[in-house]
C-alpha cells in the first residue's frame, strides 16, 4: 500500500510498501517511530482515507468508503458530556441499528459495563468519572455495535502506568469474553508484546512493513508474564527494530 498527502512543498509519502494482514479474531499491535504513519494506517483502514497505491480489505470486501462497522478508540474518549455514560455507550447502535429496542440496547450496554468493572455508573456523566473509567467507557462504546474490526489509536497513552495495566487485563478480558479483530497504534512495547497476537513494527516515513513478530504466551496471560525471560527477549528484540526503523528516518529515506 502507497499514500502520500499533498501539501504546499508538494507530496509528503506516508505509507510505501506497507503490507499488513490481520486475522478475524486475532489482535494486531502496530509500533513504530513517531511520525511514520501509524494515524494514518488507522485512517485508512477505517475507510477515511484512500490509499493512492494498494487496497484495504476488511472480513472479505474491499473498504471504499467509511463503514459502520468500525469501532474507534482514541487517546482522548471524547465522550459526550450531555448524555450519561449508558447513553454514550448505546450511541453507536443508534446509528448502526435504529430499529432494535431501547431495552435490548440497554442490555447490551450493562452487559459491557458489567466486564469492564463500571456497574452502578450507567447514570453517571462522563465528567463524574476518573480518566481511566472514561477510558473503560469508551472501550464499551467502541465494541457495542460488535464492529468487524476495532482500531485503537493509543487509547491508553494518557492514562497513568498503574491505570494502563488494569485497562490491559480490561482488554484481554473483553477479548475472551467476545473475540474481535483488533489493530492497536501504541508506543508501548510492552503493551504491544502483552496484548497483541502480533506486533508489527513500521519503518520511518515513508513507512513499510520492517518486521513481524508473532507473540507466543499463554491466552490466559497475567501481567506478571511481562517479568519472564522470554518476554524480555522479545522486548529486547522490537527495541533493536525500533532503533533501525529510526536510523532509517534519520538516514532521510
Ligand atoms: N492531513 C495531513 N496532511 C498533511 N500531512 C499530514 C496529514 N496527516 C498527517 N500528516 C503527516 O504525515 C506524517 C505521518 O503522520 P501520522 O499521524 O500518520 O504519524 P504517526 O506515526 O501516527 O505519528 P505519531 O507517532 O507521532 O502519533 C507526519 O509527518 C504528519 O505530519
Known amino acids: 500500500m502507497k499514500h502520500a498527502y499533498a501539501t504546499a512543498s508538494g507530496p509528503l509519502p506516508v ?4 503490507d499488513v494482514s490481520v486475522p478475524t479474531g486475532t489482535f494486531a499491535a502496530v509500533v513504530g517511530p513517531s ?5 494514518t494506517l488507522t485512517r485508512l483502514v477505517a475507510g477515511l482515507l484512500k490509499p493512492d497505491e494498494g487496497e484495504v480489505w476488511l472480513h472479505g470486501e474491499r473498504v471504499k468508503g467509511p463503514r459502520k462497522t468500525v469501532g474507534m478508540a482514541f487517546q482522548n474518549p471524547v465522550l459526550l458530556e ?3 455514560i449508558l447513553d454514550n455507550i448505546i450511541l453507536p447502535l443508534e446509528i ?3 430499529r432494535m429496542p431501547r431495552k435490548d440496547r440497554v442490555d447490551r450496554a450493562m452487559e459491557l459495563l458489567e466486564m469492564v468493572g463500571l456497574t452502578g455508573f450507567e ?3 462522563p465528567s463524574e ?7 473503560r467507557a469508551s472501550l464499551c462504546r467502541s465494541i457495542v455495535h460488535k464492529p468487524d474490526v476495532l482500531i485503537m489509536d493509543e487509547p491508553f497513552g494518557a492514562l497513568d502506568a498503574f491505570t494502563r495495566e488494569d485497562l490491559w487485563q480490561t482488554m484481554r478480558d473483553l477479548r475472551r469474553a467476545e473475540p474481535f479483530t483488533a489493530v492497536l497504534i501504541t508506543h508501548d512495547l510492552r503493551e504491544s508484546v502483552y496484548l ?4 508489527i513494527v513500521l519503518s520511518g516515513r515513508p513507512a513499510r512493513t520492517q518486521y513481524v513478530m508473532d507473540i507466543d504466551l499463554p491466552e490466559d496471560r497475567a501481567l506478571d508474564v511481562l517479568y519472564t525471560p522470554p518476554v524480555a527477549d522479545m522486548l529486547h528484540i ?8 529510526q536510523g532509517r528516518e534519520e538516514g532521510g529515506h
Open 129 to 135: 468519572l476518573s480518566g481511566g473509567m472514561r477510558q
Open 123 to 125: 447514570d453517571k456523566r
Open 196 to 199: 497483541g497476537d502480533q506486533v
Open 96 to 98: 448502526v441499528a435504529p
Open 82 to 84: 450531555w448524555r450519561t
Open 35 to 39: 511520525g511514520c504513519g501509524k494515524s
Open 15 to 18: 505509507l510505501d510498501g506497507l
Open 238 to 245: 522490537l527495541r533493536e527494530q525500533i532503533k533501525i526503523a
